[in-house]
């Protein structure tokens, strides 16, 4: 499984962006997540996608949303109401999922995208 992320940018806070994590192989039977790296900070999780399931992290529940599409084999994660503390460089990530499981540390995952840089200015 190959993973392209992409979509990032900068944005100003209260704004919004759309990231998007298109999968070069697999899809359907994977789960698809979103880490995130702030500067100085360790990777943390912010949503996973696994079939119809999906799971946010409290720290972006009401304003990030992930969903995928089957026919394009993508995973977006809707991001709006920025604020600083979102920026950093956010990655995309898979591994084969099972139904009824969700996935939220970066040991759950065996493929990585390359990662791509949200900065939010205030």
């Known amino acids: 499984v190959q993973l392209q992320a992409s979509g990032g940018g900068l944005v100003q806070a209260g704004g919004s962006l759309r990231l998007s994590c298109e999968s070069l192989g697999y899809f359907n039977n994977y789960a698809i997540a979103w880490f995130r790296q702030a500067p100085e900070k360790e990777r943390e999780f912010v949503a996973t996608?696994?079939?119809?399931?999906?799971y946010v992290a409290d720290s972006v529940k009401g304003r990030f949303t992930i969903s995928r599409d089957k026919v394009k084999k993508t995973v977006y994660l809707q991001m709006n109401s920025l604020k600083s503390e979102d920026t950093g460089v956010y990655y995309c990530?898979?591994?084969?999922?099972?139904?009824?499981?969700?996935?939220?540390?970066?040991?759950?995952?065996?493929?990585w995208g390359q990662g791509t840089q949200v900065t939010v200015s205030s």
């Open positions: 996608s696994v079939y119809d399931r999906t």
């Open positions: 990530a898979a591994r084969w999922g099972y139904p009824g499981d969700h996935y939220v540390r970066e040991s759950d995952f065996a493929y």
